[in-house]
């Protein structure tokens, strides 16, 4: 069992953390979440000190105690907790206060499953739901907490339902999915920044009093802050101590706080941000706050981030290519721009066909009025100036050439400039009257209706049914403004952002559904949308617009942090590259984007023919090493380059009898000092064969002793270490 209910205490159980709460005088109290303690009641910890200016509750006779200085599962807003809250209704009588108290809960087989929202699903592993149920004790709001429990993949899932039973409407001003609290301050916060084509930069700053956190109000998760966020001890590394993980599977705006408060307490809170959330609750109508993926590990970062990686794997990304085998793509966007026919494609594809990549991927440029990215967005026509003989000529003469084919699309969006927009202007999110905000010169569609929905939804089918259509880019290539709705009703209006996030979700499991065999590529100007609600529909995501093999590096690293290799997109392009002006080796190129799902983006037919061997030679090698580096498991072995001379990274395989490791040395030395790496997850005792030497070397020494890197002659080397364990 991994859900344990004893004299008012619950406590979930995964293999190496437990997670507790007590309900104690009607109150839903969190005791504890860390390294396995068995069921002991850790409420032991507790200790209540009469604190001037923390009220206490009506009914407990006793100054010591105040919500304001307790742990708490779900903290309602407005009855002596000043720390940040979970939850802010609006009663009809304005009255913003709400008392939550314990009523039951329940126990139930498998996981829970949230209706229009993507969370982790239980697929092979054991998985059980906690359902806590708590009512306002004035009013006829009761909030609804889910708790998943994977006991083998150490997550603890929380997603929360707000229903209101009463007899009159409610606004819900803020729902958050969870609150975690934590006796303790001494942690650092870590959080992934970032901006277009510099996207997931790994920050850790010490707590400090006040509230510390990131979020996004741009309608998508972005590129600048990740929803993705940690706390750990100030010694925690890599290897070692305790960290907390909170992934929220969601795409749109959020927010994550971490506040210490007077008492030295943490409070960790994440749910959708309420900047113009206003939800109204009719009787009986409910609310769904999206979930969020907690982990522990006593094991420091990198066993934290190999929790999120198998969960995600295996738990979130669905459909046929969760698993099958993604094929090696070469996408024209970086070759041609807008500047392409069919007859340039085919002969991207004839090239690309002789040194063994297996799909071409058409990028933005073939449909409607667009030869730049000032129109045409909304007509979803094939441009026949361009690809004369339709989309199905084009397809079949790539088929012949033996290579399947991939298209872009970017449906959330509209040009003014065009015929979608000229006879639905109402379709745009645009508040009437008011000036436009651009954004690369485009409109963001109102995806929160259906209507505007399902004409894209038919359109886009239609070109998929055209022709043998294997891969769609799915691209977003701006933030929102102007968040008004036409469909919905003056007091409805603070629904627009998220009712836009679940019209996107129902977009994408119908369109998902439909073409099953499709591969669908998320993106969102590169990883302005790089999100696990996300990767529920899209099993990889364009990781950032930056091809550039060392910025990747850094963006790379900290999109590591949460999320698994399999999901991240990454292709080498053309030197100098056309985001930085750096050259760099086609081996250092070809060694990092392989740490992803790999690809190229560049004008083949230009390529010098040693460069298109060393092509030919990197293709064999990733179909070569594409199960270790799909499914490995993965370990950092540096910084992202801050602090260090090299970045390095390794993957080990399930069984731990093959291993890939990857350095890119950043500067070249005269006189160098030793360079060493300290490789990671090998048996100890097992001896290991280096390829290409005659070395065989024990995992302990290659672990402790670690590796003597060759000294390079230029900057950003790559080197790679192969090891197979010896029979
Ligand atoms: C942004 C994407 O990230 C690029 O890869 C490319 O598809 C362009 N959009 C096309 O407009």
Same mark, same amino acid.
């Given at each position: 069992?991994?859900?344990?209910?004893?004299?008012?205490?619950?406590?979930?159980?995964?293999?190496?953390?437990?997670?507790?709460?007590?309900?104690?005088?009607?109150?839903?109290?969190?005791?504890?979440?860390?390294?396995?303690?068995?069921?002991?009641?850790?409420?032991?910890?507790?200790?209540?000190?009469?604190?001037?200016?923390?009220?206490?509750?009506?009914?407990?006779?006793?100054?010591?105690?105040?919500?304001d200085?307790?742990?708490?599962?779900?903290?309602?807003y407005?009855?002596?907790?000043?720390?940040?809250?979970?939850?802010?209704?609006v009663?009809?009588?304005?009255?913003?206060?709400?008392?939550?108290?314990?009523?039951? *809960?329940?126990?139930? #087989?498998?996981?829970?499953?949230?209706? =229009?929202?993507?969370?982790? !699903?239980? &697929?092979?592993?054991? %998985? +059980?739901?906690?359902?806590?149920?708590?009512r306002?004790?004035?009013?006829?709001?009761?909030?609804?907490?889910?708790?998943?429990?994977?006991?083998?993949?150490?997550?603890?899932?929380?997603?929360?339902?707000?229903?209101?039973?009463?007899?009159?409407?409610?606004?819900?001003?803020?729902?958050?999915?969870?609150?975690?609290?934590?006796?303790?301050k001494?942690?650092?916060?870590?959080?992934?920044?970032?901006?277009?084509?510099?996207?997931?930069?790994?920050?850790?700053?010490?707590?400090?009093?006040?509230?510390?956190?990131?979020?996004?109000?741009?309608?998508?998760?972005?590129?600048?802050?990740?929803?993705?966020?940690?706390?750990?001890? *100030?010694?925690?590394? #890599?290897?070692?101590g305790?960290?907390? =993980?909170?992934?929220?599977? !969601?795409? &749109?705006?959020?927010? %994550? +706080?971490?506040?210490?408060?007077?008492?030295?307490?943490?409070?960790?809170?994440?749910?959708?941000?309420?900047?113009?959330?206003?939800?109204?609750?009719?009787?009986?109508?409910?609310?769904?706050?999206?979930?969020?993926?907690?982990?522990?590990?006593?094991?420091?970062?990198?066993?934290?981030?190999?929790?999120?990686?198998?969960?995600?794997?295996?738990?979130?990304?669905?459909?046929?290519?969760?698993?099958?085998?993604?094929?090696?793509?070469?996408?024209?966007?970086?070759?041609t721009y807008?500047?392409?026919?069919?007859?340039?494609l085919?002969?991207?594809?004839?090239?690309?066909?002789?040194?063994?990549?297996?799909?071409?991927?058409?990028?933005?440029?073939?449909?409607?009025?667009?030869?730049?990215?000032?129109?045409?967005l909304?007509?979803?026509?094939v441009?026949?100036?361009?690809?004369?003989?339709?989309?199905?000529?084009?397809?079949?003469?790539?088929?012949e050439?033996?290579?399947?084919?991939?298209?872009?699309?970017?449906?959330?969006?509209?040009?003014?400039?065009?015929?979608?927009?000229?006879?639905?202007?109402?379709?745009?999110?645009?508040?009437?009257?008011?000036?436009?905000?651009?954004?690369?010169?485009?409109?963001?569609?109102?995806?929160?209706?259906?209507?505007?929905?399902q004409?894209?939804?038919?359109?886009?089918?239609?070109?998929?049914?055209?022709?043998n259509?294997?891969?769609v880019?799915?691209?977003?290539?701006?933030?929102?403004?102007?968040?008004?709705?036409?469909?919905?009703?003056?007091?409805?209006q603070?629904?627009?952002?998220?009712?836009?996030?679940?019209?996107?979700?129902?977009?994408?499991?119908?369109?998902?559904?439909?073409?099953?065999?499709?591969?669908?590529?998320?993106?969102?100007?590169?990883?302005?949308?790089?999100?696990?609600?996300?990767?529920?529909?899209?099993?990889?995501?364009?990781?950032?617009?930056?091809?550039?093999?060392?910025?990747?590096?850094?963006?790379?690293?900290?999109?590591?942090?949460?999320?698994?290799v399999?999901?991240?997109?990454?292709?080498?392009?053309?030197?100098?590259?056309?985001?930085?002006?750096?050259?760099?080796?086609?081996?250092?190129?070809?060694?990092?984007?392989?740490s992803?799902t790999?690809?190229?983006?560049?004008?083949?037919?230009?390529?010098?023919?040693?460069?298109?061997n060393?092509?030919?030679?990197?293709?064999?090698?990733f179909?070569?090493?594409?199960?270790?580096?799909?499914?490995?498991?993965?370990?950092r072995?540096?910084?992202?380059?801050?602090?260090?001379?090299?970045?390095?990274?390794?993957?080990?395989?399930?069984?731990q009898?093959?291993?890939?490791?990857?350095?890119?040395?950043?500067?070249?030395?005269a006189?160098?000092?030793?360079?060493?790496?300290?490789l990671?997850?090998?048996?100890?005792?097992?001896?290991?064969?280096?390829?290409?030497?005659?070395?065989?070397?024990?995992?302990a020494?290659?672990?402790?002793?670690?590796?003597?890197?060759?000294?390079?002659?230029?900057?950003?080397?790559?080197?790679?270490?192969?090891?197979?364990?010896?029979?």
């Amino acid at each position: 069992m991994a859900i344990i209910c004893k004299d008012n205490v619950i406590t979930l159980k995964t293999k190496n953390s437990v997670y507790q709460m007590k309900e104690d005088r009607g109150f839903l109290f969190h005791t504890y979440y860390g390294p396995n303690v068995g069921d002991t009641d850790m409420s032991y910890l507790w200790r209540t000190i009469d604190r001037g200016f923390s009220g206490n509750p009506e009914g407990i006779d006793d100054r010591g105690f105040s919500l304001d200085t307790q742990l708490l599962e779900y903290p309602g807003y407005g009855t002596g907790d000043y720390r940040d809250y979970c939850l802010r209704v609006v009663y009809p009588d304005g009255s913003q206060v709400t008392n939550l108290k314990y009523v039951d *809960h329940e126990i139930l #087989e498998g996981k829970y499953a949230l209706e =229009g929202l993507p969370a982790m !699903y239980q &697929g092979d592993e054991k %998985a +059980e739901t906690l359902k806590i149920t708590l009512r306002d004790i004035h009013r006829h709001v009761e909030v609804l907490l889910y708790y998943g429990v994977f006991e083998n993949l150490d997550i603890i899932t929380r997603a929360c339902k707000v229903i209101n039973q009463g007899e009159e409407s409610v606004h819900l001003r803020r729902a958050y999915s969870m609150c975690l609290d934590f006796h303790q301050k001494d942690m650092d916060f870590i959080q992934f920044y970032g901006r277009h084509a510099m996207e997931r930069v790994m920050e850790r700053s010490p707590l400090h009093h006040g509230i510390q956190g990131v979020g996004s109000r741009r309608g998508y998760s972005s590129h600048q802050y990740n929803p993705f966020v940690m706390l750990a001890k *100030h010694d925690t590394t #890599e290897d070692s101590g305790w960290c907390w =993980g909170s992934c929220f599977v !969601y795409s &749109g705006n959020f927010q %994550a +706080e971490a506040e210490v408060s007077q008492a030295n307490n943490t409070r960790l809170t994440m749910g959708i941000h309420d900047t113009q959330f206003d939800f109204l609750l009719e009787p009986g109508e409910s609310f769904t706050a999206p979930e969020v993926m907690l982990s522990f590990s006593s094991e420091g970062m990198g066993k934290l981030s190999r929790n999120y990686h198998k969960a995600i794997r295996r738990n979130i990304c669905r459909g046929k290519f969760k698993n099958a085998r993604r094929p090696i793509l070469i996408n024209n966007w970086e070759a041609t721009y807008f500047g392409f026919d069919t007859d340039k494609l085919l002969e991207i594809a004839r090239e690309a066909k002789n040194v063994g990549i297996e799909m071409l991927v058409m990028d933005d440029g073939w449909f409607g009025k667009r030869d730049d990215d000032n129109s045409g967005l909304g007509d979803w026509v094939v441009n026949e100036k361009k690809l004369p003989g339709g989309l199905k000529r084009l397809v079949d003469g790539v088929n012949e050439i033996g290579l399947k084919f991939g298209i872009w699309f970017e449906p959330e969006m509209v040009s003014e400039d065009s015929d979608l927009y000229r006879e639905h202007p109402d379709w745009a999110l645009k508040v009437p009257g008011h000036s436009l905000t651009r954004g690369r010169n485009q409109l963001v569609l109102d995806f929160s209706r259906e209507d505007v929905r399902q004409y894209i939804f038919d359109k886009m089918s239609e070109i998929l049914e055209s022709a043998n259509i294997e891969y769609v880019k799915w691209d977003a290539n701006r933030h929102m403004t102007d968040v008004w709705s036409a469909m919905l009703p003056a007091e409805r209006q603070g629904e627009v952002f998220h009712r836009y996030i679940l019209g996107l979700y129902d977009f994408l499991e119908k369109i998902t559904q439909k073409f099953p065999d499709v591969l669908f590529e998320g993106c969102s100007g590169g990883g302005g949308r790089f999100d696990a609600g996300m990767m529920y529909y899209h099993p990889q995501i364009w990781c950032s617009d930056d091809t550039d093999a060392i910025e990747r590096l850094r963006i790379q690293y900290g999109t590591s942090f949460a999320y698994p290799v399999s999901t991240v997109g990454s292709h080498v392009s053309v030197c100098p590259n056309h985001q930085t002006g750096r050259s760099v080796s086609m081996k250092t190129r070809g060694v990092v984007a392989m740490s992803g799902t790999f690809g190229y983006e560049l004008d083949i037919t230009k390529m010098s023919e040693e460069d298109k061997n060393v092509v030919r030679e990197q293709v064999e090698e990733f179909k070569k090493y594409y199960d270790l580096i799909q499914q490995g498991d993965y370990y950092r072995l540096s910084d992202d380059g801050t602090k260090s001379n090299y970045v390095a990274w390794q993957f080990v395989s399930e069984d731990q009898k093959e291993s890939l490791v990857n350095v890119v040395v950043l500067r070249t030395k005269a006189n160098p000092p030793f360079q060493f790496v300290y490789l990671r997850g090998l048996k100890a005792e097992s001896l290991y064969h280096v390829e290409g030497t005659e070395l065989n070397l024990t995992g302990a020494a290659l672990m402790n002793g670690g590796y003597l890197l060759p000294v390079v002659s230029d900057d950003y080397e790559a080197v790679q270490i192969h090891l197979v364990e010896c029979e």
